[in-house]
């Protein structure tokens, strides 16, 4: 079998890999759940190749996640739910008519889009689809009625946090600065220390969200995304901790053998070289 630039090619690899007997063994042996995981990792493998705007390693990425789209549509195929063909035709279909203003009649371009007609559009969706599940004899995909709902669980926990208070802000719930927020980041730190004093360790790991859910808030205030915020501190907490590990070894020593005075000292330099 020859590499393709047809997305029918990856296809009939998948299908290869998932065949029985001949096919490869680990990958028939997985099913979504043992998936999920690697899909996950490719997404955020392609944000950091983003960040790091190598689009050699983005290119690679790509593909990378068009896999983990194909795998997914192969075993939902195997068990006659969907193909991939269908999920080309949901996500076409739904563009289209997320986008009347580009893609409608003349009427709908000339008058663009009407405000509050990209949400219109997507309750109108989720109504569709939560009748079409019922009719199916499904359980409603959603899991309530609430306002926040729609905010989807399998976002990373600081995303969602995000998003929800978004969501939040849109009906008036909301701070109307980041100022009076700095003070309800004490009063959480407040909280915390007093759980810790307590000893009671799943009131401090309630404390502790409370505290992150706080200061999420203030930099959305300030226009900062906090996974972005936070990936370049770790890679700034990696890239120091890489200039003491090279300083140590220049030296003929190691992180192992250092004592947390010499790591500290040369952490220092190592920052105020940036």
């Not at 359980?139 to 978004?166: F, I, M, N």
């Not at 000893?199 to 203030?218: C, I, Q, R």
Request: glycine share 6%.
């Amino acid at each position: 079998m020859k590499p393709s630039r047809d997305i029918s090619r990856l296809i009939e690899i998948m299908a290869a890999l998932r065949t029985p007997v001949t096919g490869c063994p680990w990958d028939l042996e997985q099913n979504f759940e043992t998936i999920a995981p690697y899909t996950l990792e490719e997404a955020y493998e392609v944000a950091d190749a983003i960040a790091r705007n190598d689009l050699v390693d983005l290119r690679d990425e790509l593909g990378d996640l068009l896999l983990q789209v194909v795998y997914h549509a192969r075993m939902a195929e195997e068990q006659g739910a969907f193909d991939f063909g269908a999920v080309v035709q949901a996500i076409t279909e739904k563009m289209i008519r997320r986008h009347p203003h580009v893609f409608g009649d003349e009427a709908a371009r000339g008058a663009g889009m009407a405000k509050g007609m990209w949400e219109k559009v997507k309750a109108e969706e989720k109504a569709a689809k939560r009748a079409a599940r019922i009719a199916a004899g499904l359980a409603p995909e959603d899991h309530g009625a609430g306002y926040l709902d729609s905010v989807p669980v399998a976002h990373p926990a600081l995303t969602r946090a995000l998003k929800l208070q978004e969501k939040a802000a849109t009906v008036g719930f909301d701070w109307k600065d980041a100022k009076p927020i700095l003070d309800k980041i004490e009063e959480e730190i407040g909280e915390l220390r007093e759980a810790i004093d307590s000893g009671f360790s799943a009131d401090v790991e309630d404390e502790f969200g409370d505290v992150l859910f706080a200061l999420v808030n203030f930099g959305r205030h300030l226009k900062i995304d906090p996974e972005k915020a936070l990936r370049g501190t770790n890679e700034k907490f990696r890239t120091r901790l890489h200039a003491v590990q090279r300083a140590l070894e220049e030296n003929g020593s190691s992180l192992e053998a250092a004592s947390l005075d010499e790591m500290e000292e040369l952490w220092q330099r190592a920052k105020a070289a940036e």
